[in-house]
C-alpha cells in the first residue's frame, strides 16, 4: 500500500512497515539464499515465478549475500556493512528520491498542495553513530545478520559502537558512506497523471501514485520490467549460475519471536520502526508497544483473568491437600460468562486412566501369537499419581539395588533419559552381564606348563589372539563397572549432557522393568534425583508411608495428606514418579 511504503502518517504504519522488512531481511532473504545454495533449479524456478521488481530484488540479494561468502571468511564486519547499506537504502536514499520527486512546494492535480493532510514531507539524518536512531538501528540489525551467518553475536552496545566505528569510518570505507549519503535519480519516462518513478542506489525501484490508496492490493507491482532492468536480471542469473555453492554455508532463518527479549527481534522493529517515523516526523515508539503491535498481542481483560485465576487456585489447594487420593470428583472444570452473572457451570472432567493387569500382543515380535503381560504397580496407577523418596546422590548400581525394596520387588532392566533414547545410550542395561576371562586365562597358563606336560605349545599368532580376547572382555567389564560405579547425576551428564543449571538438582529418567514373575510392570518411570548426600530418618520412614497408602484403606482415613505433601519434606529430595504402559 502505498501509505505504508511512502506516505506514512502513524506510528502503527511505521510498526506495521518495519514488522515487513524484519520478515523480507531475515526470514524470507535466507530462506531464498538457503534454497539457492542447495538446489539451484529451485531457486531460478522460484525466481522466474516473481514478476517485475520482485524478481530482480530476489537476485540482487542472493547475489549479495553469496558474494559475501565466496569473498572471504565472513565476520561482524561484514554485518555491520550490510545493516549500515539497508540503512542507507531504507532511511536516506529512498527519502532523499520521494523528496526530489515530490518537493516541498509541489502542487497536485487542479493546484493544490501535495504534501497536506495525512502526507508529511518527510526528512533525511545525519550520519552520525552518536545518533541514538542510527546506533539502535545498526546495533540491531547487525547482530540479526550475525545470528544468521551463524558468528558470535556483540551484544553489549558499547563494545558495538568501537566496533562500528572502526569499520564505517575506516578511509576506505568513508567513500562508500558518502556514495550512500548521495542522491542517486535517474531519467524516467511517463511524468504524466501524478506518477513518479524513483530508484534509489540500493534497493527497489518505488512507482507512487495519488490513486494507489484506492487500488486493490492484486493490482500491484503487475508492471513489465523495462529493457534495462531485464538485462540487469539476465546478467545476475548468469553470474549466479557460475558460482560454486559446494563450500557455502546455510543462513539460519530469524523466525519471529516476540518473547524472546534477547534474540533483537522486537529491538530491531522498535529501532527500524522508530528510524521511519523520524523520516516522517511521527511520534516514536516504545519497545513495548512495538511489541504489541508486532506480536499481535491482545491484551486479556483483568475480569476475565482474574476469575480464571481463582478457579485454578481453588483446583490447586484440593491438589495440595491430596484429595485426589480420597474423592475421583474432587476436581472440577468450569465454565463462566461475565455478561451473564447466573450462568456458571461445574462439571467433572474425566477421570485419569486407571491402569489394570492386561496380556496383548508383543509389539517386538513378528509372532502375532507372542503375547506379553502388562502389570501396573500398584494396581489402578494413574498418570497423575507419584511418589517421593530420598536416599541422596546414588550410583547406578546402588539404585538398581535399592529399586525392588522401594517398588513391590520391581526390577529394573533398563534405565536411559526419558523421553527418546538418545543414540541408544543407556544409563543402565540389565541385559549386559560382566564376561568371565578364567577360562581363557587357564589356557594361556597351560599353555606355559606345555614344556612340562609334554604337550605342543600354541603357536604366536594363537597366544596372541587368545590374549586380545582377554583384553577384549576386561576392557568391556571395565567399562560397564565403571558406568554402574558411576553416580547417576555424573552418569548422565556424561551420556546426555551437562544439566540445565547447577541449580537443578534432578534428573529425568525413563526405563523398563518386571515383576518377580516376570511380567512388563509398566512403562515409564520418572525419576528425579537428588545431588546432595544429606538424607534424614524421617524421609526415609515418610517414603515407605507413602508407597503403603495405595494399600492400607484404614491409613488412607488416619493420615493427613497436607504433611505428604507439604514444603515440610526435605528441600532437595528424590522424586519419582512411577507411571503405567
Known amino acids: 500500500m502505498c501509505t505504508l511504503q511512502n506516505f506514512p502518517y502513524l506510528p502503527l504504519h511505521c510498526i506495521e512497515w518495519s514488522r515487513s522488512s524484519f520478515s523480507g531481511q531475515f526470514e524470507k532473504d535466507p530462506q531464498s539464499y538457503n534454497t539457492f545454495v542447495k538446489d539451484k533449479n529451485k531457486f531460478f524456478e522460484q525466481v522466474e515465478a516473481a514478476q517485475g521488481e520482485e524478481q530482480l530484488q530476489m537476485l540482487e540479494t542472493v547475489h549479495k549475500l553469496a558474494g559475501i561468502q565466496a569473498s572471504s571468511k565472513v565476520g561482524f564486519e561484514q554485518c555491520i556493512r550490510l545493516a549500515f547499506e539497508e540503512f542507507v537504502n531504507q532511511h536516506v536514499t529512498r527519502i532523499k528520491n520521494l523528496m526530489h520527486w515530490f518537493p516541498k512546494e509541489f502542487k497536485a492535480e487542479g493546484g493544490t498542495d501535495f504534501w497536506t493532510g495525512h502526507k508529511r514531507f518527510p526528512q533525511i539524518p545525519d550520519f552520525s553513530l552518536d545518533n541514538p536512531l542510527i546506533a539502535n538501528y545498526l546495533f540491531t540489525a547487525a547482530n540479526l ?20 566505528k572502526k569499520v564505517l569510518c575506516c578511509k576506505s570505507y568513508t567513500q562508500i558512506i558518502c556514495c550512500h549519503w548521495s542522491i542517486f535519480l535517474y531519467a524516467f519516462q511517463d511524468l504524466q497523471k501524478m506518477q513518479r518513478t524513483f530508484t534509489c542506489f540500493f534497493g527497489p525501484a518505488v512507482k507512487v501514485d495519488e490513486s494507489d490508496d484506492k487500488k486493490k492490493d492484486g493490482d500491484e507491482n503487475k508492471d513489465e520490467p523495462n529493457e534495462a532492468q531485464q538485462q540487469k536480471v539476465n546478467t545476475l542469473i548468469e553470474a549466479l549460475k557460475k558460482l560454486d555453492t559446494s563450500k557455502f554455508v546455510l543462513l539460519k532463518e530469524n523466525e519471529f519471536e516476540k518473547d524472546d527479549d534477547l534474540n533483537f527481534h522486537i529491538d530491531y522493529i ?44 481453588l483446583e490447586f489447594y484440593k491438589l495440595k491437600l491430596g484429595l ?34 492386561e496380556t496383548k500382543k508383543d509389539e517386538t515380535k513378528e509372532d502375532p501369537n507372542e503375547l506379553i503381560t502388562y502389570v501396573p504397580y500398584p494396581d489402578q496407577w494413574t498418570t497423575w499419581d507419584h511418589l517421593e523418596i530420598d536416599r541422596g546422590n546414588l550410583t547406578v548400581q546402588e539404585l538398581v539395588d535399592i529399586f525392588p525394596t522401594l517398588f513391590w520387588g520391581v526390577k529394573v532392566r533398563l534405565l536411559f533419559k526419558y523421553g527418546t533414547m538418545k543414540e541408544g545410550k543407556l544409563l543402565y542395561n540389565g541385559s549386559q552381564v560382566l564376561q568371565s576371562t578364567a577360562q581363557l586365562e587357564k589356557m594361556l597358563e597351560n599353555d606355559a606348563k606345555a614344556s612340562e606336560t609334554g604337550k605342543k605349545p600354541m603357536s604366536e599368532s594363537q597366544k596372541k589372539a587368545l590374549q586380545q580376547q582377554i583384553d577384549q572382555k576386561r576392557k568391556y567389564n571395565e567399562n560397564i563397572k565403571n558406568g554402574r560405579d558411576a553416580k547417576v547425576i555424573d552418569r548422565y ?41 544429606d538424607c534424614t530418618a524421617d524421609n526415609l520412614d515418610l517414603q515407605f508411608l507413602t508407597n503403603s497408602l495405595f494399600n492400607d484403606d484404614k491409613l488412607k482415613e488416619t493420615l493427613p495428606f497436607l504433611e505428604l505433601n507439604s514444603a515440610k519434606m526435605h528441600p532437595k529430595i528424590l522424586r519419582a514418579q512411577f507411571a503405567s504402559f
Open 145 to 164: 545478520y550475525a545470528f544468521a551467518f551463524g558468528i558470535e553475536q556483540v551484544k553489549d552496545m558499547k563494545h558495538f559502537l568501537l566496533f562500528a
Open 270 to 313: 522498535t529501532a527500524c520502526a522508530n528510524a521511519r517515523a523520524w523520516n516522517y516526523r511521527i511520534k516514536e515508539s516504545s519497545r513495548q508497544d512495538v511489541k504489541i503491535t508486532a506480536g499481535k498481542i491482545i491484551a486479556a481483560l483483568a475480569t476475565t483473568t482474574a476469575m480464571i485465576t481463582g478457579l485454578v487456585e
Open 324 to 357: 485426589q487420593y480420597l474423592y475421583e470428583d474432587a476436581f472440577y472444570n468450569a465454565n463462566f460468562n461475565l455478561a451473564v452473572p447466573t450462568q456458571f457451570q461445574y462439571f467433572q472432567p474425566e477421570t485419569a486412566i486407571r491402569h489394570k493387569k
Open 493 to 533: 551428564s556424561e551420556l546426555y549432557g551437562a544439566l540445565i543449571s547447577d541449580k537443578r538438582h534432578y534428573v529425568i529418567l525413563d526405563g523398563d522393568y518386571e515383576d518377580t514373575a516376570g511380567n512388563v510392570a509398566g512403562k515409564k518411570m520418572l525419576f528425579f534425583f537428588c545431588r546432595n548426600e
